[in-house]
């Protein structure tokens, strides 16, 4: 059990300060009773309003956006257009961050969330959570970059741990990594002389970006697609 005003501010983004005095000027109901005490004590299964809204239960968000070209994975950019801009207001609170960066002109795709803990568990290379990456080079894919990919290519910031490539046309690939650093797949495709001119994240884990997501959009995780991303369970 948390204090109302806690909650509101944690989950809604407006201010401890600001929480209080809508609390104390009847702006907030709990499952339907107006409550004027910022002490009140609520738990995860009661229903919050502000002004009309309804504050959303849980303790942390998920998110799943299907990235479109154009967007930087940041927080905030003083020029350019971030991810976050993409969340609409009633999914949108404070704290929330994209969970491992694409590229500005890599699209599918993106984990949003509030949880950094969660973050950690499927980015930290150790925990081995695979990610899948349609990519569309501008030479022949070749049984020698798979070879490469396969023994681990070498980088300036180090050797990088065996990746997966199946080739699936000419110029276009899937290639699988458990790690992600700065321009990766670029990177080590350009130790070949290439140059990727498409990219595109199919999956985390066991989940795939669904299908049914239009770029652009987001929407809430399930539990079961959590658990899938974490390899907790099989589809
Ligand atoms: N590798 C890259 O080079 N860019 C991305 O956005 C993701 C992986």
Redesign the pocket.
Known sequence: MERLDKIISNRSGISRKDAKSAISGGKVSVNGNIIRSSDFKVGENDEIFLEGSKISGKAHLYIVLNKPKGYV?ATEDPQQKTVLELVPPELFRNGIFPAG???K??TGLMIITDDGDFAHRILAPKKHVP?K?AVTIDLPVTDKMETGFKNGIELSDGICKSAKLLKTGEYTCEVT?SE?????????FGCFGAK?TE?H?LSMGGFSLPEDLPEGKCRELTEEELALIEGKVKK
């Open positions: 994975s960066r694409l590229d002109d890599t990610k990456y990594l992600g650093r700065y321009h990766q797949i670029k990177r080590m990727v990219l994240r």
